[in-house]
């Protein structure tokens, strides 16, 4: 990513995090994104119901969305995304981090682990396949990954233990009581 180039890590965390919060926002699914050298492409489906008459069902109409986003774009991502969690919007009732947010935030962390030049990748039915250009001895070559859901669900919970967070453990059945 070039906002990020002579930094000492490219955090793609981050900045897929904050992608992932505008994905939940517009609503997107089957997501595609792709790295370009300023800034991010990101298709996906959008569904919505329309009423075709008194008498009719509702039908559904599936759409694409596509949308670029610079490096100006994705600043601005990170900035209100760090705000919304500096002014604990997350505690006072409003949503939480959603499903995508919280997602592309994992893929972002592997990313970055890897170290790629460039990153695309596509979900079906909440699975994901990326393809990293990687550097090699040999040169540039891509690397293939895949991720199921379940895979993805097991990295978003170990994710605070990561961050060195406490984490909550389930609660536990209360214990029976004298006489019962």
Do not use: C
């Amino acid at each position: 990513m070039r906002i990020y180039e002579g930094s000492p890590r490219q955090d793609y965390e981050e900045v897929l995090r904050s992608i992932g919060a505008f994905v939940d926002q517009r609503g997107l699914h089957e997501i595609l994104l792709a790295e370009a050298p300023d800034g991010f492409i990101v298709q996906g489906v959008v569904s919505q119901t329309q009423d075709t008459s008194a008498w009719a069902d509702p039908s559904l109409t599936i759409t694409k969305e596509t949308y670029t986003f610079l490096d100006e774009d994705i600043a601005r991502f990170l900035e209100d995304s760090q705000a919304r969690r500096r002014s604990g919007s997350e505690n006072d009732g409003s949503p939480v981090a959603g499903p995508y947010e919280r997602t592309m935030r994992v893929i972002g962390r592997y990313i970055d682990d890897q170290k790629p030049k460039d990153v695309f990748f596509f979900e079906q039915e909440g699975a994901y396949v990326l393809r990293l250009l990687m550097n090699t001895r040999q040169g540039s070559k891509h690397q293939l990954a895949e991720f199921t859901a379940a895979d993805l669900e097991s990295m978003v919970r170990q994710g605070p233990g990561l961050r060195g967070e406490q984490i909550q453990p389930a609660e536990a059945p209360a214990p029976p009581r004298p006489g019962e």
